[in-house]
């Protein structure tokens, strides 16, 4: 039995005529003889509404009701599909997340799935041609309801993917597929017709939002191919597989910004055995995700510590130091919201070397200030000023070889 | 344990205002030391619009997936009113069809509750203080969701009081009791605090909308005593029960009335053997029901048969007609859409002789001509020109004696 999972969310969900586009995109599947799993997600802006009547009608909606609340939304479109392809005579039903069952940890809102059962399935493509399963919901041990948290569908559709031993799972969006760096930014920028699940967790976090990160970890971890593509066209998309035989790979393979950062600096604090850790746990402890740190050598025994958190998380962070600001000595605490992350990533980075030195010059010579750095195994990560971060991104990418086919990215300023 | 059941349906599930009166009918319960099951329908409007939404989706949309498609309606209410329960700081759950589960036969859309797990119920009650659970829906034993079809939420309640064994079952709406005509026709209707079983079937099945059929049979079957009130009063409402002991009943408890009737007749149908058949058997192979009948005596061989059917089979019915008239030797096919069923009903009459003849002697005097008769043994129906619906109505409220307070209403005009 040869299966082919397809997702299908968002915009490419949004009311009848939309879904008849998804319909065509299963009959292609179904003419070349695959067994289909359809993974849907709600359609369009009906989890955001059920979102807001539940906010209206209770202050802290309890978190179990809320999954049983927003799973509705993805019932009711599995339930519409399923009476459009029924209409053409095509054997199939629609799987809700307790039918099959997609066993989850009770976790409501963010639950992570556990166990989907591969013989019912199986079963159930013996007797249907094509399964139109509810995405980002699932359910716990005793039968209650849960999801997935955001961009869950993804995880379901890779999931289904992974137990069914599928032969790929297309992930269909508004986006032809995965670009170099974002297009409106940068016209230059190309679609990647081949990218590396690592590349791709790097490319998701920083903000190429076409594929939820949890979803490609899924992915990554159990081998699953991904193709990304068009619900709208025809194009081929881009694949993402495990790493390519590295002497053909493009040495970057592209260039993601997140402008959802916010730097904050300690002035002066003082520099002693388990400081960074009365800093860093209050932090943690309120769910404050802390990106990159950076702390100055010291003098007279004092030292500068900045480090970066997401931009609504700022007013909270600056709460948490106020407390603790004396504790610390800390002698000032400046933060700054007008800066913007640019990541160079590259699976290519583990083979080839001075790919920082080439990002470092890049920036310099258009006279960008580097502000903050990290780096990974394939990526190099400059905090910059946001104003600069167009000149940045495109600057970059032309150093990088970005700006010409992809297919041909080989061809580095190193080669 | 001491279990209390109540329904709440309609307009006393529209939007959050009406729930959180809802809300105080089940603390009104708790507070008396009840553990509560709340069985909601969907919220007003909602499952009309689901509807609506699926034929403009598929010209006719597949059953099992209208299902899934409908039991989201009743899955929201659930979710959104056990929030409210929650904020209160109330141990409770929100309960779906596939959870208790409420098993049904695989009939989509008008399936048949086979069997609820007490054991489930009750373990689930020890925990918490009131289940939420969503009317209307099942799973049949494949896990496939089903409706139980028009009015299936009393249904559900009933069920579930019966299996758990309820003091009683409270199916709230936006009337106050059943009363012994409609209010809306004649002014001295009187409110009925305790009726029979069978005749609130009857009076049920005569268009006393408060209660659904089914659900009254049920109650019957399982004895389940249930109380019709309503959500947006505190009046004691009326309760339905086993027959009361005759000598205290009511000789005649209401007076109902259908006005979703049509007559047909068949002029100089040949009088043989089997003509009844074959006029008779095409039209129940069309799902048309057939009220009454009445064959007049027969003349040289032929004989008059007239029937009523609800207006809009009509036309339907007289294509069937059209088709056998031939052959059944009719000599003409006469219709009269402008009539109406008014029935006189109460257990009282399989005791007292002589109501039929205070009927008929009564509509006389009004100078009301009876076209139609047929009899039960708690119901007298008589078929009279729509125009004489009120007069008909009032006379006859008036003639049994329901004018006045109901509790006397023993001191009939036969006493």
């Known amino acids: 039995m040869r299966i082919l999972v397809q997702k299908f969310g968002g915009t490419s969900v949004d009311g009848r005529d939309c879904m008849l586009k998804v319909r065509e995109k299963v009959l292609v599947g179904l003419n070349q003889g695959y067994k289909i799993i359809v993974v849907l997600s709600a359609m369009h802006g009906v989890t955001s509404n059920l979102i807001k009547m539940a906010s209206s009608w209770a202050k802290e909606p309890d978190r179990a009701e809320m999954d049983v609340l927003l ?30 069952p997609i066993r989850t940890d009770p976790t409501f809102g963010s639950a ?3 166990d989907i059962d591969k013989k019912a399935i199986t079963d159930l493509l013996k007797r249907y041609d094509v399964l139109v399963v509810a995405g980002f919901q699932g359910c716990d041990c005793t039968q209650r309801i849960t999801t997935l948290g955001r961009g869950g569908s993804d995880t379901s559709a890779v999931a289904l993917a992974a137990v069914t031993q599928a032969e790929l799972c297309e992930i269909y969006t508004d986006v032809e597929g995965v670009y170099t760096t974002d297009p409106n930014i940068c016209s230059k920028a190309q679609k990647i017709s081949m990218i590396d699940y690592e590349e791709m967790l790097e490319m998701a976090s920083m903000g190429a939002k076409v594929l939820q990160i949890r979803s490609v970890e899924f992915a990554k971890k159990y081998n699953v191919p991904v193709l990304v593509r068009s619900t709208f066209s025809n194009e081929p998309g881009t694949l993402v597989t495990k790493e390519k035989n590295s002497m053909e790979a493009a040495m970057v393979s592209g260039i993601a910004y997140d402008k959802d950062q916010a730097r904050i600096t300690l002035v002066g604090v003082k520099d002693e055995p388990g400081v960074s850790a009365k800093i860093f746990e209050p932090i943690a402890s309120a ?14 025994e004092r030292t500068d510590l900045t480090f970066t958190v997401p931009r609504g998380s700022v007013k909270d962070t600056l709460k948490i130091l106020g407390k603790i600001k004396d504790d610390i000595g800390a002698q000032d605490i400046f933060h700054d919201d007008n800066v913007c992350k640019i990541s160079v990533i590259g699976v290519g980075m583990r083979t080839h070397a001075g790919i920082a030195s080439i990002a470092f010059a890049t920036l310099q010579k258009e006279n960008v200030n580097i502000l903050m750095i990290s780096t990974s195994e394939i990526k190099i990560s400059c905090l910059v000023k946001e104003k600069y971060t167009e000149l940045a991104i495109r600057s970059l990418h032309e150093a990088f070889g970005l700006d010409k086919d992809v297919s041909k990215a080989c061809e580095s300023p190193l080669a």
Not at 71 to 85: D, I, K, Y
């Open 71 to 100: 799973s509705t939304g993805e019932q009711q479109a599995v339930a519409l599909f399923t009476m459009l392809l029924k209409e053409k005579g095509i054997k199939s039903r629609s799987c809700l997340g307790h039918q099959l």
């Open 112 to 114: 992570r799935i556990l």
């Open 287 to 300: 769910n404050i995700v802390v990106d990159m740190i950076v702390q100055n050598p010291s003098k007279n």
